[in-house]
């Protein structure tokens, strides 16, 4: 069975200061995982994504996750908060052998100026 | 990247109507298009799968006399709720893949039913 556990539903940051938004997923199988960013009433954008290639992997606007196995994780960092990052955060974990994306319950990130 | 478009963003309709949403694949051909719908602060629930040119597979617990699925091609599905109340007022949001790794997402359609 696949799930995606992320752990914070809220994180609060100052504008510059580092960013960790943190995801455990369960897979029977090798994942590929997943980060979308959703602006208020809008869509979902891809920021990011992990299929079995290098383990640290780089988004846009400056984001990135390290996928590691022992610790069935795929957190999400960046090194200085921007305002415009104050969004909701999905960690979304796929198995190789379906089309069914499993979406976490969210993170919702505010940055303070 | 693939821009994927959703129509309405926004519609507003009377209790006992129906409401087409439609979402369409601009510059590629989606094999695979998804149906979910988001509560207010909430994640996504995925409500249907739907392949071109088949009948959509629908997740447990989602009417599908209640939430009609069309996919004629490979750049058009359309999701119509049929005979609409206010419970079903919500965020609907449709992705496209033509691949198994990546699904490229619609803007949202936000519906309410009065």
């Known amino acids: 069975a696949q799930s995606v556990t992320q752990l914070d539903s809220h994180v609060s940051v100052s504008e510059g200061t580092p960013v960790l938004l943190r995801c455990n997923y369960s897979?029977?199988?090798?994942?590929?995982l997943f980060w979308y960013v959703q602006h208020p009433n809008k869509g979902l954008q891809l920021l990011l994504k992990?299929?079995?290639?290098?383990?640290l992997v780089k988004g846009i606007n400056g984001f990135e996750a390290e996928f590691k196995k022992s610790e069935t994780s795929f957190h999400l960092t960046k090194p200085s908060a921007h305002m415009s990052d104050a969004a909701e955060y999905f960690c979304?974990?796929?198995?190789?052998?379906?089309?069914?994306?499993?979406f976490g319950t969210g993170t919702s990130l505010t940055v303070i100026p | 990247g693939a821009v994927v478009s959703q129509h309405p963003s926004w519609v507003i309709c009377k209790s006992g109507t129906s409401v087409k949403i439609e979402c369409r694949s601009l510059?590629?051909?989606?094999?695979?298009m998804f149906w979910y719908r988001q509560f207010p602060k909430q994640s996504l629930m995925l409500m249907a799968t739907?392949?071109?040119?088949?009948?959509?597979?629908?997740e447990q617990g989602v009417e599908k006399d209640k939430f009609l699925i069309n996919h004629a091609s490979l750049t058009l599905s359309t999701l119509t709720v049929t005979s609409a109340h206010p419970e079903d007022s919500s965020f609907y949001i449709c992705?496209?893949?033509?691949?198994?790794?990546?699904?490229?997402f619609g803007a949202g359609t936000r519906l309410s039913v009065l």
């Open positions: 897979s029977s199988y090798s994942p590929s």
């Open positions: 992990y299929t079995s290639a290098a383990t």
């Open positions: 992705s496209a893949s033509w691949g198994k790794n990546i699904q490229y």
């Open positions: 979304v974990v796929k198995t190789n052998t379906g089309n069914q994306f499993y």
């Open positions: 739907s392949n071109e040119g088949s009948k959509a597979t629908y």
């Open positions: 510059d590629f051909q989606a094999t695979t």
